[in-house]
């Protein structure tokens, strides 16, 4: 079953401003990831955490791996149009065999001009 | 190819029939994923291949549904009997060597079950 919850569900936004999601467990992870999905395509991935505190960028965006290990945000800052889309956070329990990845349900960000 | 492909890209089937979906992953990649993901929800984790071995099959909804890959490369799912629940976007990712390596996903094929 569903091990991550994800939030905000979705989110209507003005270009320009800043989008900030998160996930979270009660259970501890070793690898956190985040996906972009637009309409009618596969899950894109953006930014991969495999450490505790871990703080990435890729352009605009900006994710951190938890210090519990138990969760995850994403921000995008200076958001455009082209950021709509379905974004997901993945991660790997420290249960797992390595492969298996849990799935948020998404928070899908609607960004207006 | 350059990506994952995955065919068909639509699929309509009645309810008890037979599906296979197939899966080539990038050139190379030793280990292949199926997820499920249903309207409105996130993905769930169906099985993953490390070379044509399944380690983890924990995630096959039924009996009904099984995955086999030959050759280190295309990989089918198969339904047997299919019911309207079944009625999902299939999506197939590979990644060089599986672990933590990137993984990308092919464009799904989405099945709907009268």
């Known amino acids: 079953g569903q091990q991550l919850n994800q939030s905000p569900q979705s989110m209507f936004i003005q270009e320009g401003e800043d989008v900030s999601m998160n996930c979270t467990s009660s259970?501890?992870?070793?690898?956190w990831l985040w996906y972009k999905q637009e309409p009618g395509e596969g899950p894109v991935l953006l930014i991969a955490?495999?450490?505790?505190?871990e703080l990435t960028s890729n352009g605009r965006l900006t994710a951190q791996f938890g210090i519990t290990r138990k969760d995850s945000f994403l921000n995008i800052s200076a958001s455009i149009p082209s950021d709509v889309g379905i974004y997901f956070c993945?991660?790997?329990?420290?249960?797992?065999?390595?492969?298996?990845?849990?799935f948020g349900a998404g928070t899908q960000v609607v960004v207006t001009p | 190819g350059a990506g994952v492909s995955q065919s068909p890209s639509n699929k309509v089937t009645e309810k008890g029939k037979d599906v296979e979906l197939r899966c080539d992953p990038i050139s190379g990649h030793t280990a292949l994923y199926w997820y499920r993901q249903s309207l409105g929800q996130g993905l769930e984790f169906l099985i993953y291949?490390?070379?044509?071995?399944?380690?983890?099959k924990s995630g096959l909804p039924s009996d009904r549904f099984s995955a086999e890959r030959t050759g280190g490369s295309v990989s089918t799912l198969t339904i047997q009997r299919t019911q309207q629940e079944d009625s999902a976007v299939y999506l197939c990712?590979?990644?060089?060597?599986?672990?933590?390596?990137?993984?990308?996903f092919g464009p799904g094929t989405r099945l709907t079950v009268l």
């Open positions: 955490l495999y450490k505790a505190g």
């Open positions: 291949f490390q070379g044509n071995s399944a380690p983890d």
């Open positions: 990712a590979s990644s060089a060597s599986g672990s933590t390596d990137t993984q990308y």
């Open positions: 993945a991660g790997q329990l420290l249960s797992d065999s390595w492969g298996k990845f849990q």
């Open positions: 259970s501890i992870f070793n690898t």
